[in-house]
């Protein structure tokens, strides 16, 4: 199970010293959301602050690009540092080439789908990709409520992944906290990226540690 703070519900006046909180509370992924203003209504920040933090830890950096031009970003944030890079499969014809792309600057493959798209889309890049992010909110902003209309495609992708012999992450974002997680393993997901509930609390530790426990718990009922 990864668990994967997202460094949007930061205080961003404090992004070194929130970095190095997330380094030391035991979690597997830093999640970067990188907002363009147009894909989604909302700006976040660039490869220039991931940069500034890539110092500060050593955690897998999970970028999550919320981009209607990803192509003109990937070799910025691969210098950047990122790990993973996921883009939208609502980008339609842009998406084979884009997946080919992350690859060949050796970084991990990750594919996004928005809530309202069907999981039909992504049938085809599966056994191009290491994560499937599944959002359980329409992108754009933290602290949304969970959209539970997204639990059967969790469903749907684990299924898939089982039948075919793959191994992609089924990873949730959006409105995830102790109790949607535990729903979102239950349906077959293995990471969890959440921002409010994770970054609002006190000990940013001890919230990483309830939720692993939480989602290692969960008695996974896999579709029949
Ligand atoms: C939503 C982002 C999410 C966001 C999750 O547009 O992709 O990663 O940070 O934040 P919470 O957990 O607050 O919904
Ligand atoms: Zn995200």
């Known amino acids: 199970m990864i668990i994967a703070p997202s460094l949007l519900a930061a205080n961003f006046g404090k992004l070194a010293k929130e970095t190095q909180r997330a380094d030391a509370s035991g979690a597997d992924w830093l999640h970067l959301d990188i907002m363009d203003g147009h894909f989604v209504p909302n700006i976040s920040f660039g490869p220039a602050v991931v940069k ?4 500060l830890t050593k955690m897998f950096f999970d970028v999550h690009l919320m981009c209607s031009k990803p192509d003109i970003l990937l070799e910025p944030f691969a210098k950047a540092g990122a790990h993973q890079m996921n883009i939208h499969v609502e980008l339609g014809q842009q998406v084979t080439s884009l997946l080919w792309k992350i690859k060949s600057l050796g970084k991990k493959v990750g594919l996004a789908i928005n809530p309202p798209t069907s999981i039909s889309h992504v049938q085809p890049f599966l056994d191009q990709i290491d994560s499937l992010l599944i959002m359980t909110v329409n992108p754009g902003f933290g602290g949304q409520p969970f959209i539970y209309e997204t639990l059967p495609k969790i469903q749907q992708a684990y299924e898939w992944r089982r039948e ?58 896999p579709p029949v």
């Open 52 to 55: 500034t933090v890539r110092p």
């Open 164 to 221: 075919r012999g793959l191994s992609y992450h089924i990873g949730v974002d959006g409105g995830v906290d102790f109790k949607t997680g535990a729903e979102c393993a239950h349906a077959g997901a293995d990471a969890f990226i959440s921002g409010t509930a994770l970054f609002g609390q006190r000990s940013l530790r001890a919230a990483v540690k309830k939720l692993r426990k939480i989602v290692e718990a969960t008695d996974f009922d």
